[in-house]
Each structure stands twice: as structure tokens, then as C-alpha cells.
């Protein structure tokens, strides 16, 4: 997989809705990398083919497999997805600013990127086994909510076992989730759409 550097011109905060953003010009996104769609046809599919990868699911992540209003397989076999992977500086956001996961997507669809859909985000887990160890990789995804918390999928690498991990990142209950650019960097991922012929 290709990583990516997007280059941010300098210029003035500006305040917006209580959220402090860098506005700059960016170059445009390039593919970090992209998923073909497998012809698993199914959420117990999927759940089926993680396990028997040995990768690892909490709980609460194989509940969210399950929620009537999100978790929906809506891509074709063999269809192909760009993505591209993004820092909340990338994206335009104050260093070491906090945005929650409405004004992030905002954010990435001003600069011509789409959310995620869940099943992208399980073909991706299946895909991306040489995850380096300490990196999180957030779904940049409209948050999944099990009427308690609302909940975004989290992909990341156990940096004592090696394990490979889907898991979750949720907000307050009945609040979207906050990102938070610290010093671990959180990587969001998008869907960069391919421009038609």
C-alpha cells in the first residue's frame, strides 16, 4: 500500500461552530489504497472469514454486525473502492484540535471525498493484514448506533501481541464520536470516488 503526504498551505484560523480549523489549500487526495469487494454475501459471513483469519472482535464490535439500521452489504462482487487515508490536519483541523465525527466528514466531503460504508470497512480489515504495529486506522463513516452510543469502526494492530484487530470508537451516549489529534495520530480513511470515463 501507497502512503500519501498532502501538502497544507498556511492561513488563518477561523472559528466555526466552536471548532477551530486551519483553512488551507491542499493537494489533491491521492489512493493510500483500494479494496475489491470478495464474494462474501453476508454479515455472518464476514464475521465467519475474521475469525477464521485470526483476527479479533470484542463483543461489543460483533454486536454492531448486527444492527437492523447500518450494518448493510451494499457493494457488488468484485467492485473496486479507492480510499484514501487522512489526518485531521490533512483535513484541514487545528493541531491537537477535537472535532466529532459529523464535522470531520463535512470536512472530507468538501474536498470531494464520500464516508465509508460499513462493508468497505470489513473488506478492509480482511485486506489489510501488514498494518504496522501502533497505528489506528478510524472509519471515516456515518457512526452505527446500538440506541445507546454512537459508534464508528476502529482498525488497529496490538503493539505487545501483534493481533490484528476490528474494533470500535464511541461517543457519549447519544453524542456522535470525538477525534482528537494527539500525538498517536489517528488515521481516518475515505472513499476518494473515481471520476467516470
Same mark, same amino acid.
Given at each position: 500500500m501507497k502512503t500519501f503526504s498532502i501538502v497544507l498551505a498556511v492561513a488563518t484560523l477561523f472559528q466555526v461552530q466552536g471548532i477551530v480549523f486551519a483553512q488551507a489549500t491542499k493537494a489533491a487526495p491521492k489512493v493510500w489504497s483500494t479494496v475489491k469487494i470478495s464474494p462474501i454475501r453476508d454479515i455472518d459471513g464476514y464475521q465467519k472469514a475474521l475469525k477464521e483469519g485470526d483476527f479479533r472482535l470484542d463483543e461489543k464490535t460483533e454486536k454492531l454486525?448486527? #444492527?437492523? =439500521?447500518g450494518m448493510k452489504l451494499s457493494l $457488488?462482487? &468484485?467492485e473496486e473502492v =479507492?480510499?484514501?487515508k487522512m489526518t485531521m490536519i490533512d483535513l484541514g483541523f487545528k493541531k491537537n484540535g477535537r472535532a466529532n465525527m459529523e464535522d470531520i466528514l463535512a470536512k %472530507? !466531503? %468538501?474536498m470531494g #471525498? $464520500?464516508?465509508c460504508s460499513p462493508h468497505v470497512a470489513l473488506q478492509l480489515r480482511l485486506d489489510y493484514r501488514n498494518q504496522p504495529k501502533r497505528e489506528l486506522i478510524v472509519i471515516g463513516m456515518k457512526p452505527l448506533y446500538d440506541y445507546y452510543r454512537k459508534q464508528v469502526m476502529v482498525l488497529d494492530r496490538n503493539i505487545v501481541t &501483534?493481533? #490484528?484487530w476490528l474494533s470500535y470508537y %464511541?461517543?457519549?451516549e447519544g453524542e456522535e464520536p470525538v477525534m482528537i =489529534?494527539? !500525538?498517536w495520530q489517528p488515521q481516518l480513511v475515505f472513499v476518494l470516488p473515481r471520476k467516470e470515463k
Open positions: 454486525f448486527y #444492527l437492523q =439500521d $457488488k462482487i &468484485g =479507492d480510499l484514501v %472530507a !466531503e %468538501a #471525498l $464520500k464516508a &501483534g493481533h #490484528l %464511541a461517543g457519549a =489529534d494527539e !500525538e
